[in-house]
Nanobody, 123 residues
Framework: QVQLVESGGGLVQAGGSLRLSCAAS????????MGWFRQAPGKEREFVAT???????YYPDSAKGRFTISRDNAENTVYLQMNSLKPEDTAVYYC?????????????????WGQGTQVTVSS
C-alpha cells in the first residue's frame, strides 16, 4: 500500500517560514518524481513545486525564490521549505508522487497523494 504522510503545516504570520515534510512508503521512492500542490477553498488545485528523480526542480512564478523542494531518498522523504510566506499562500498543501513522465505542473500527472496539511498565513 502506497502512503504519503505529510506534516509541518500550521499557522504562521506573513513573512514567516514553514517546512513541510512528506514521508513515503510502499513505493520505490527514488524512481518517482515528487511534487507539492495546494488548494484553497473555491480554487483549483495549484502546482507549487516538483523534484524529479534526477533532482531537477521546477516552480511556478508564485513560488520561485520563496519555496524550495528537496528530497532525501535514503529517508523516503520530500520537503517543502516555504519562506517569506504571504496570506495568499494559505491553502491545503498536498504531497504527490508521479511515476509517469507527464506534465509536472498538472495534478493529473501524479499517481499518489497525501492527505493534505493546512497552511494558514495571517497578516
Amino acid at each position: 500500500q502506497v502512503q504519503l504522510v505529510e506534516s509541518g503545516g500550521g499557522l504562521v504570520q506573513a513573512g514567516g517560514s514553514l517546512r513541510l515534510s512528506c514521508a513515503a512508503s510502499g513505493l520505490t521512492f527514488s524512481r518517482y518524481a515528487m511534487g507539492w500542490f495546494r488548494q484553497a477553498p473555491g480554487k483549483e488545485r495549484e502546482f507549487v513545486a516538483t523534484i524529479r528523480w534526477t533532482r531537477s526542480t521546477y516552480y511556478p512564478d508564485s513560488a520561485k525564490g520563496r519555496f524550495t523542494i528537496s528530497r532525501d531518498n535514503a529517508e523516503n522523504t520530500v520537503y517543502l521549505q516555504m519562506n517569506s510566506l504571504k496570506p495568499e499562500d494559505t491553502a491545503v498543501y498536498y504531497c504527490a508522487a508521479a511515476y509517469d513522465n507527464g506534465d509536472y505542473y498538472r495534478a493529473r500527472s501524479y499517481d499518489y497523494w497525501g492527505q493534505g496539511t493546512q497552511v494558514t498565513v495571517s497578516s
